[in-house]
């Protein structure tokens, strides 16, 4: 069974509609698809998911309670 999820922030690099990224991981293979205008890609590596977590692991690093 598939995982699919939304990447944040993320911008298609076809149609340019930002958040209708979804990263689909299968069979342990993690491959991106655009849901506005169908653009497929074979992720290799984690940029994507590392890059919305990075960005959101910063944000909550602002906030540190003291
Ligand atoms: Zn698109």
Avoid: H, W
């Amino acid at each position: 069974m598939a995982k699919r999820r939304f990447i944040a922030g993320a911008k298609c690099p076809q149609c340019e509609q930002q958040d209708s990224i979804q990263l689909i991981i299968e069979n342990n293979v993690e491959r991106i698809e655009c849901v506005s205008c169908g653009y497929k890609q074979t992720q290799t590596s984690r940029d994507a998911e590392g890059a919305a977590k990075g960005d959101k692991e910063s944000i909550i690093g602002l906030f540190k309670p003291e």
